[in-house]
C-alpha cells in the first residue's frame, strides 16, 4: 500500500513534471513561431509584388520633356541625344545600342526623325523593348517639292563624295512637337503606351498627362491669341521646321534652306529669298540654335534687316539649361518673337 502511494506519488510528479515541460515547450514553440513569422515577413518583404519603375530611353529632348512630364518620378527617363547635339546628325553608338535593348521602353518622335530606329528595333528584336512613336496617327506633311528635290541633289552629291548623310527624312516634315496642339496628340500617345507598359500607373500617367495637356492648351490658345490680328501672316526661317506651326495658326512658313538645318540653300534660293523679302518689306530674319546662323546673317545684311532666334527645340543649348528653360518656355520665346516680326 505504501509502494502504491508512493508509486502514485512519483507518477503524480512525473505528470507535473511533464505538464509543465510540455507547456514550457508550447510557450517556447509559440514565442519561436511568432519570432520566425516576424522573420520570415522580414526576409519576404523586398520579394514581394511591387510596383514596376520603367526604364525609359527617349530620341531627343521634346520626347524627353513630355514622356518625364507623363511620368514624374514613377519612372526613371533618360534622353539618347545629349544637350547641345543637332539630333538630325545622331547615330547611336554600340553602347547607345545596348542600352536601348535592356530599357523596358523607347520613346520617339517619328515621321522620318530618327531614321536609326529601325535599326535599333531590328537589333532590340526579341527583347522586351516596348517601341512608342508620338507621332503615329497624326497627318504628316511633305516637304515642299523644290526642298525635296534640292535635298536630293544634295543627297546623291554626297554619296558621290563618299559621305553619309544621316538627317535624309524621306521628304516628311517631323516637326509635329513644334505646334502646340498636335504636341497634345503626342503626349496622349505617349500615355496610353506607357499605361499599357505599366498598367499599375495607368491612373497617374493620365493625371500627371491631363495636368500637362492642360498647360500645352493654354500654350495653344496663346498662339492663337496672338496671331488672329498681325500685319503680316509670312515669315522667314532658315530651317523649314514651323510648317506644322505655320498651317495650324493660318501663318506662311517661308524657309531659306530645306528640312534638313544643314543643308545649304542654292545661289538660286538665296537670290528668291532676297527678292520675297524685298517685295515684302520682311524686316526679320530668323535663325535657330545648335547650328550656324550665316545664311539667316547673310539674307539679313543684303536687305538690312535684322535677325532673331526661332527655336526648334530640338535640344537644349548651356544658356537655356542655365535659364532653367523647357518646351514651354522656350514656345513662349517663340511667339514672343513671332508677334514682332509678324507685326512690323
Known amino acids: 500500500m505504501k509502494f502504491s502511494i508512493r508509486h502514485?506519488?512519483?507518477l503524480s510528479l512525473s505528470s507535473l513534471l511533464i505538464a509543465a515541460g510540455c507547456g514550457n515547450n508550447n510557450a517556447s514553440t509559440n514565442t519561436g513561431s511568432s519570432?520566425?513569422?516576424?522573420?520570415?515577413?522580414?526576409?519576404?518583404?523586398?520579394?514581394?509584388p511591387a510596383s514596376h519603375k520603367l526604364?525609359?530611353?527617349?530620341?531627343?529632348?521634346p520626347m524627353y520633356e513630355f514622356t518625364k512630364n507623363i511620368?514624374?518620378?514613377l519612372a526613371d527617363v533618360e534622353a539618347l541625344i545629349p544637350p547641345g547635339i543637332e539630333p538630325h546628325d545622331w547615330e547611336p553608338t554600340a553602347q547607345d545600342m545596348a542600352q536601348i535593348t535592356k530599357a523596358d521602353v523607347l520613346v520617339y518622335n517619328g515621321a522620318g526623325m530618327e531614321n536609326w530606329v529601325d535599326q535599333v528595333l531590328d537589333s532590340a528584336s526579341g527583347s522586351k523593348l516596348v517601341a512608342v512613336e508620338a507621332s503615329k496617327g497624326l497627318d504628316i506633311m511633305e516637304g515642299a517639292e523644290e526642298e525635296e528635290d534640292e535635298h536630293e541633289h544634295s543627297h546623291e552629291h554626297a554619296h558621290?563624295?563618299?559621305?553619309?548623310?544621316?538627317h535624309d527624312h524621306g521628304g516628311l516634315d517631323p516637326h509635329v512637337w513644334l505646334d502646340p496642339a498636335l504636341a497634345v496628340k503626342e503626349v496622349r500617345n505617349i500615355e496610353a503606351a506607357l499605361a499599357a507598359a505599366a498598367p499599375e500607373h495607368a491612373e497617374a500617367f493620365?493625371?500627371?498627362?491631363?495636368?500637362?495637356?492642360?498647360?500645352l492648351e493654354a500654350l495653344d490658345q496663346e498662339f492663337r491669341e496672338a496671331t488672329k490680328e498681325v500685319k503680316r501672316k509670312d515669315f522667314i526661317t532658315q530651317h523649314a521646321a514651323f510648317g506644322y506651326l505655320a498651317k495650324e495658326y493660318g501663318l506662311t512658313q517661308v524657309p531659306i534652306a530645306g528640312l534638313s538645318p544643314e543643308e545649304e540653300p542654292s545661289a538660286a534660293k538665296m537670290a528668291e529669298i532676297v527678292e520675297f523679302a524685298k517685295t515684302h518689306n520682311v524686316k526679320t530674319i530668323f535663325f535657330e540654335t545648335l547650328v550656324s546662323s550665316s545664311v539667316a546673317?547673310?539674307?539679313?545684311?543684303?536687305i538690312g534687316a535684322k535677325t532673331a532666334v526661332l527655336n526648334p527645340i530640338e535640344g537644349l543649348t548651356e544658356e537655356d539649361r542655365s535659364h532653367n528653360l523647357d518646351y514651354l518656355g522656350i514656345m513662349r520665346q517663340n511667339l514672343e518673337a513671332l508677334k514682332i516680326a509678324l507685326n512690323e
Not at 55 to 61: D, G, R
Not at 160 to 166: P, Q, R, Y
Not at 297 to 302: G, L, M, S, W
Open 160 to 166: 558621290e563624295e563618299g559621305e553619309d548623310h544621316h
Open 297 to 302: 546673317d547673310t539674307i539679313a545684311k543684303e
Open 55 to 61: 526604364n525609359i530611353k527617349v530620341s531627343f529632348y
Open 71 to 73: 511620368t514624374g518620378d
Open 35 to 48: 519570432t520566425n513569422t516576424s522573420a520570415t515577413a522580414t526576409a519576404e518583404a523586398p520579394t514581394a
Open 206 to 215: 493620365k493625371a500627371n498627362a491631363d495636368a500637362y495637356i492642360s498647360k
Open 8 to 10: 502514485l506519488a512519483v
